[in-house]
Each structure stands twice: as C-alpha cells, then as structure tokens.
C-alpha cells in the first residue's frame, strides 16, 4: 500500500458539523483510518468497520441540513475514482447502490465529487478501502468470486421473475429455475 505522508486520518480537516456527525456516528472501538475533504463541505471517512460519506447543505445534496450514509465493507462491492481535469469522484459501489456512476449527481449520497489537489489521497483511500474489503473477505471467510456469483443469482432470478410477470416463462418454468438456481447456493 503506499505510503500517505500527511495524517490521513486526521479529522481537523472536516468541516465541524462533520466532525460532530461522525463521532455521533462512530461505534465503540471504530478507528478512522482515512478521510477526502470533497467540494461543496463534503467529506469521506474510512474507518476499520465501515465507510462514511458526510454531505452538508444544497451543494451537497442535503437541502438546510446533513446528511450521512454509511455502509459496512461487507456491503461494499468496489469503489471507484474517476479524475478529470478540474474534478473527480469517489464513488462507493455495492448492492442497493446506485451504480449511475458517470454522470452520477453530486447530492447521491455514495459519490464524493473531489478536486484536482485531493486526487492522491482519494487514491490512497481508495487503495485502503480496497485492503479493508478484502481483509472482512476473508475474516467471514467468504471469497470475492463467490460473492459476485451470489449477486449475479439474485440478478437472475429477478429477471426470471419478470419474464414469469410478464408472461413470458410459466409459472412451473420459474418455479424449476428458480430452484435450480437456489441449490447452487
């Protein structure tokens, strides 16, 4: 991993609000690890269990207020920059996720829009979240390719719902399928 020569956990560096929404937040026992400071009083936080993005006013996404998401790395399925010649974005990616990631909007709540001077430690963090998801991988003992094929059942077996809504597969079509595709699991 390389090596980040700033404290990239160093919280002083978030908005107040931020730093108050996030030890709200925080379990007992929950390291931060790293944080971005995103455009518009934005900012993601890394920590041993999970990943935050805090979001704060209009530009945010948020209206008057905040606005926090978190998800746990075992929900997490990939994350994602992109750099562009101003801007960029930090994008969290998993099941339930929004995965409009280009052209994603500013206020989505799993994308973190970060400038030009922030691309080495989005990189960075991006490296460390990487780690912190393969390391609860193989905690619960599960593998990355497995979990994607789980994911992809789950995907069939909607579309396979649909085309028996739809009138396409019979009702005992689906039902075959469906079991066939559940005794993989």
Do not use: C
């Not at 944080?35 to 890394?46: D, E, K, P, R, T």
């Not at 994350?79 to 969290?92: A, F, K, W």
């Amino acid at each position: 991993m390389p090596k980040y020569t700033d404290d990239p956990a160093n919280p002083f560096q978030l908005h107040p609000d931020a730093v108050k929404a996030v030890q709200e937040s925080l379990m007992s026992g929950e390291r931060v690890l790293s944080i971005v400071q995103g455009q518009f009083n934005a900012s993601l936080i890394a920590t041993d269990r999970r990943v935050f993005v805090y979001k704060r006013g209009f530009a945010g996404g948020a209206g008057f207020g905040r606005r926090i998401a978190s998800w746990e790395y075992r929900y997490i399925s990939g994350i994602q920059i992109e750099t562009g010649p101003i801007t960029g974005r930090l994008s969290v990616q998993g099941p339930g996720i929004s995965d409009r990631v280009r052209g994603a909007n500013w206020g989505d709540a799993h994308v973190l829009t970060i400038g030009r001077k922030d691309y080495d430690r989005a990189k960075w963090t991006a490296t460390l979240i990487r780690e912190q998801m393969a390391r609860h991988l193989q905690l619960v003992g599960v593998e990355g390719p497995a979990q994607a094929q789980q994911a992809d059942m789950f995907e069939q077996l909607h579309k396979l719902g649909e085309l028996r809504d739809a009138g396409i597969v019979t009702p005992a079509e689906f039902e075959a399928k469906k079991a066939e595709l559940l005794s993989r699991m």
